[in-house]
């Protein structure tokens, strides 16, 4: 099963190798991975979204809280939550299809962000599921490039991931 | 008080209380050491290789229970000290390795012996630093022994640039440290240790399995208090050997791949187990599927990620397993319910019926000197009370089955990592932390040569170990393997051009024998232990052919254990 990670580990250098580390030195598999610093700058949260049975999972949050760089940890799929993720995708925009490729940027609530005369560089932010449809609803020729920001997840109302 | 860097360091030490730092000098430490000649409190062992400063560090360890210190230079110091911080890694010892760095300026310029030290370390440390400022060395220094002795005890290494070593800051130690992600649980949860107490005196067929975790939480007296109270059959890992006193009746030996029969049986017909400070290794376990199919289990450990890692358990308990015992043996005390003596005795009527399978027999008319015989004799020997380090193969599976400890911090091998070299240096650690102690390295004539060059180190101090090495031209475990599953190819497992050891040992400065007589072996052993202040290299020339039994396949279940062919059970 699909699960989203939250982790708040020391602001440090060499605490995100120790995540990933791990992550390939046991075999579990990372499907995304994002990490930032928080308001408190000593720390960073890392959003991490990996998949496995319930045994695994189990270990992969035991053997996280093992590392002294992680301060806590939330799994975020065990209650009600909101995941986002942000994708910037440059599109080939030339002629009549100038005007449809607007028409769907709109329909997906994006932001067209940048203009050329051949070119739209547009914002999007959703579920990993909205980003795939729009892609899919584009078609493969059109797109120059896509940037996806990878999972943010956060948990749904007084539930907070905090020290 | 200003100091330099290097200072700072030797003064942390000194304030942690070490006595000894293993370790071998190289430009990025110069420093260090000049700030280590320049004082006497902290002393230094100058080893021939940085493999054997940690493993001799980790027979200090394993023999006191202190953390061992190294201090090596930055790359080949540090890459060759990696396979000795591994073996400490995997069997959870408490040691903090000090290595040179180039400059802070120098560092991700490939410059001269410069590797990234914490990056290589750090799937094989508990924890590791790299100290950028002078301002931080006395904090991380304590940091480091503070992660290495608490909860699960691990190496930590502690990365420290030359330009850091050379400036100034002020000294003091702090008296305590709190690391705010880091906390480690002592007290266990006492609705569990009521349901295990409870699941403990409902059982027919109950079973005590041990392991590390009993020596390193010091747990070995309640241990004994907790299972004489019960009166219920304990064994050992390889690892818990001396965490209860093998001389017991209570006690069945070891369990695993080379246990006895009747620890593999009873654990597999037990109905309840209680694992203690042990880790399920496959070593243990042998196929998951298979174990203990009948029990529901217990099982206490520190570290939280050892628990349902391998086999699920019923009723987890973590904490520290000295403290949750004591609460076990308070709750037991106030129950007025006890065992259920009838099943015990009917329980204890069938372990009776396989230990008459005396599993550990072996051929005692043999006109070759039989490697069990050498043991048995050390064991007679030495009195049952010697520290007895070991190297990783046969010779240390029949150290563990015939040599019966009693105490703990007296057997010293490498269980996880199964690091061949670790004998003789582990020896070097043990004797310097016992000088009026006897310590002896059972070996073989393959794992000795990987750290042979350390002879030179115990000339240097004088260390009187016992080398016992059990010769018998082969990497015996290897031959036994193919002898077992690769249809007799024994690829490359026969040593040819062995040196002479005798003369090796005497080349070293040493006391060399060379035994090849079975109505030898005892008189050799007297010699060479009332020797008391030499080196003695014992080259025991034993049976090529012999095994160890008895043994479960990779794979296979406890009942599917074998016993040596002669005596096969039909």
């Given at each position: 099963m699909?699960?989203?990670?939250?982790?708040?580990?020391?602001?440090e250098?060499?605490a995100?190798?120790?995540?990933?580390?791990?992550?390939?030195?046991?075999?579990?598999?990372?499907?995304?991975?994002?990490?930032a610093?928080t308001?408190?700058?000593?720390?960073?949260?890392?959003?991490?979204?990996?998949?496995?049975?319930?045994?695994?999972?189990?270990?992969?949050?035991?053997?996280?809280?093992?590392?002294?760089?992680?301060?806590?940890?939330?799994?975020?799929?065990?209650?009600?939550?909101?995941?986002?993720?942000?994708?910037?995708?440059?599109?080939?925009?030339?002629g009549?299809g100038r005007?449809?490729?607007?028409?769907?940027?709109?329909?997906?609530?994006?932001?067209?962000?940048?203009?050329?005369?051949?070119?739209?560089?547009?914002?999007?932010?959703?579920?990993?599921?909205?980003?795939?449809?729009?892609?899919?609803a584009?078609g493969?020729?059109?797109?120059l490039?896509?940037?996806?920001?990878?999972?943010?997840?956060?948990?749904?109302?007084?539930?907070?991931?905090?020290? | 008080?200003?100091?330099?860097?290097?200072?700072?360091?030797?003064?942390?030490?000194?304030?942690?209380?070490?006595?000894?730092?293993?370790?071998?000098?190289?430009?990025?430490?110069?420093?260090?050491?000049?700030?280590?000649?320049?004082?006497?409190?902290?002393?230094h062992?100058?080893?021939?290789?940085?493999q054997?400063a940690?493993?001799?560090?980790?027979?200090?360890?394993?023999s006191?229970?202190?953390?061992?210190?190294?201090?090596?230079?930055?790359?080949?110091?540090?890459?060759?000290?990696?396979?000795?911080?591994?073996?400490?890694?995997?069997?959870?010892?408490?040691?903090?390795?000090?290595?040179?760095q180039?400059?802070?300026?120098?560092?991700?310029?490939?410059?001269f012996?410069?590797?990234?030290?914490?990056?290589?370390?750090?799937?094989c440390?508990?924890?590791?630093?790299?100290?950028?400022?002078?301002?931080?060395?006395?904090?991380t220094?304590?940091?480091?022994?503070?992660?290495?002795?608490t909860?699960?005890?691990?190496?930590?290494?502690?990365?420290?640039?030359?330009d850091?070593?050379?400036?100034?800051?002020?000294?003091?130690?702090?008296?305590?440290?709190?690391?705010?992600?880091y906390?480690?649980?002592?007290?266990?949860?006492?609705?569990q240790?009521?349901?295990?107490?409870?699941?403990l005196?409902?059982?027919?067929?109950?079973?005590?399995?041990?392991?590390?975790?009993?020596?390193?939480?010091?747990?070995?007296?309640s241990?004994?208090?907790?299972?004489?109270?019960?009166?219920?059959?304990?064994?050992?890992?390889?690892?818990?050997?001396?965490?209860?006193?093998?001389?017991?009746r209570?006690?069945?030996?070891m369990?695993?791949?080379?246990?006895?029969y009747?620890?593999?049986?009873?654990?597999?017909h037990?109905d309840?187990?209680?694992?203690?400070?042990?880790?399920?290794?496959?070593?243990?376990?042998?196929?998951?599927?298979?174990?203990?199919?009948?029990?529901?289990?217990?099982?206490?450990?520190i570290?939280?990620?050892?628990?349902?890692?391998?086999v699920?358990?019923?009723?987890?308990?973590?904490?520290?397993?000295?403290?949750?015992?004591?609460?076990?043996?308070?709750?037991?005390?106030?129950?007025?319910?006890?065992?259920?003596?009838?099943?015990?005795?009917?329980?204890?009527?069938?372990?009776?019926?396989?230990?008459?399978v005396?599993?550990?027999?072996y051929?005692r008319?043999?006109?070759?000197?039989?490697?069990?015989?050498v043991?048995?004799?050390?064991?007679?020997?030495?009195?049952?009370?010697?520290?007895?380090?070991?190297?990783?193969?046969?010779?240390?599976?029949?150290?563990?089955q015939?040599?019966?400890?009693?105490?703990?911090y007296?057997w010293?091998?490498?269980g996880?990592?199964?690091?061949?070299?670790?004998?003789?240096?582990?020896?070097?650690?043990?004797?310097?932390?016992?000088?009026n102690?006897?310590?002896?390295?059972?070996?073989?004539?393959?794992?000795?040569?990987?750290?042979?060059?350390?002879?030179s180190?115990?000339?240097?101090?004088?260390?009187?170990?016992?080398?016992?090495?059990?010769?018998?031209?082969?990497?015996?475990?290897?031959?036994?393997?193919?002898?077992?599953?690769y249809e007799?190819?024994?690829?490359m497992?026969?040593?040819?051009?062995?040196?002479?050891?005798?003369?090796?040992?005497?080349?070293?400065?040493?006391?060399?024998?060379?035994?090849?007589?079975?109505v030898?072996?005892?008189?050799?052993l007297?010699?060479?232990?009332?020797?008391?202040?030499?080196?003695?290299?014992?080259?025991?020339?034993?049976d090529q052919?012999?095994?160890?039994?008895?043994?479960?396949?990779?794979?296979?279940?406890?009942?599917?254990?074998h016993?040596?062919?002669?005596?096969?059970?039909?």
């Amino acid at each position: 099963m699909r699960h989203i990670i939250s982790i708040l580990l020391e602001n440090e250098s060499g605490a995100l190798s120790r995540v990933a580390g791990l992550f390939s030195a046991r075999g579990y598999n990372i499907e995304s991975l994002t990490v930032a610093p928080t308001e408190d700058p000593s720390l960073s949260r890392m959003t991490l979204v990996t998949r496995g049975s319930d045994d695994v999972i189990e270990q992969i949050t035991k053997q996280l809280n093992k590392l002294v760089d992680v301060v806590k940890i939330m799994d975020l799929t065990e209650g009600p939550h909101l995941e986002r993720e942000m994708m910037l995708i440059k599109l080939r925009a030339v002629g009549d299809g100038r005007e449809e490729l607007k028409r769907l940027v709109d329909i997906f609530r994006g932001h067209i962000i940048d203009v050329t005369a051949s070119t739209y560089t547009v914002e999007l932010t959703g579920t990993g599921d909205k980003l795939d449809a729009f892609i899919q609803a584009i078609g493969e020729t059109k797109i120059l490039e896509t940037v996806r920001s990878g999972v943010s997840g956060i948990a749904r109302g007084e539930k907070s991931l905090h020290l | 008080m200003e100091l330099t860097g290097a200072e700072i360091l030797v003064h942390c030490l000194k304030d942690e209380g070490v006595e000894y730092v293993f370790g071998y000098p190289g430009g990025a430490v110069l420093y260090i050491y000049d700030a280590l000649y320049q004082q006497q409190d902290v002393k230094h062992i100058l080893v021939r290789h940085e493999q054997g400063a940690t493993h001799a560090a980790d027979g200090y360890a394993r023999s006191t229970g202190k953390p061992g210190v190294v201090l090596v230079t930055s790359g080949p110091g540090a890459t060759n000290a990696i396979t000795g911080i591994a073996t400490a890694y995997m069997d959870s010892i408490p040691m903090v390795i000090i290595t040179g760095q180039v400059h802070t300026w120098a560092i991700g310029s490939d410059a001269f012996q410069e590797v990234d030290s914490v990056g290589i370390t750090r799937p094989c440390v508990k924890h590791n630093f790299l100290v950028k400022d002078v301002k931080d060395l006395t904090a991380t220094i304590k940091k480091a022994f503070y992660l290495a002795t608490t909860g699960r005890p691990g190496p930590v290494v502690v990365d420290v640039p030359k330009d850091v070593t050379m400036q100034r800051a002020e000294y003091r130690y702090p008296e305590d440290i709190a690391i705010r992600s880091y906390n480690p649980v002592v007290k266990g949860h006492p609705g569990q240790i009521k349901k295990a107490v409870d699941l403990l005196l409902s059982a027919k067929r109950p079973m005590i399995y041990t392991g590390g975790g009993v020596i390193w939480s010091r747990a070995a007296e309640s241990l004994t208090e907790f299972a004489r109270s019960l009166g219920y059959p304990i064994t050992n890992t390889l690892m818990g050997l001396g965490g209860y006193p093998a001389t017991d009746r209570q006690f069945l030996g070891m369990l695993g791949m080379h246990g006895t029969y009747e620890a593999n049986m009873a654990m597999h017909h037990c109905d309840v187990l209680i694992a203690i400070g042990a880790r399920f290794d496959d070593r243990v376990v042998g196929k998951v599927e298979y174990f203990c199919p009948e029990a529901q289990i217990i099982h206490i450990d520190i570290d939280p990620s050892s628990i349902s890692k391998s086999v699920k358990v019923h009723v987890p308990i973590v904490g520290d397993v000295d403290h949750v015992l004591k609460d076990m043996i308070r709750l037991l005390k106030e129950d007025l319910r006890k065992p259920d003596q009838t099943a015990l005795a009917a329980w204890w009527d069938q372990i009776s019926e396989w230990r008459a399978v005396n599993c550990l027999k072996y051929d005692r008319q043999s006109p070759l000197i039989k490697p069990q015989f050498v043991l048995e004799k050390l064991y007679e020997v030495t009195g049952g009370d010697a520290f007895i380090t070991s190297d990783v193969g046969q010779h240390q599976m029949w150290a563990a089955q015939f040599y019966k400890f009693d105490k703990p911090y007296r057997w010293i091998n490498s269980g996880g990592l199964g690091t061949m070299g670790f004998g003789l240096p582990a020896a070097m650690g043990a004797q310097l932390a016992h000088p009026n102690d006897v310590v002896a390295c059972v070996t073989g004539e393959a794992s000795i040569q990987m750290c042979i060059q350390e002879l030179s180190t115990c000339r240097q101090y004088g260390l009187p170990i016992k080398i016992v090495n059990l010769n018998n031209r082969y990497m015996g475990m290897v031959r036994q393997w193919q002898e077992f599953f690769y249809e007799g190819r024994y690829a490359m497992s026969y040593m040819e051009a062995l040196p002479d050891f005798v003369k090796l040992a005497e080349a070293y400065g040493h006391v060399g024998m060379s035994i090849e007589k079975p109505v030898d072996v005892e008189g050799a052993l007297r010699e060479a232990f009332k020797l008391k202040d030499r080196l003695v290299f014992l080259d025991f020339i034993t049976d090529q052919t012999e095994n160890v039994y008895p043994m479960i396949a990779q794979g296979k279940g406890h009942h599917e254990m074998h016993l040596s062919p002669e005596r096969e059970l039909a």
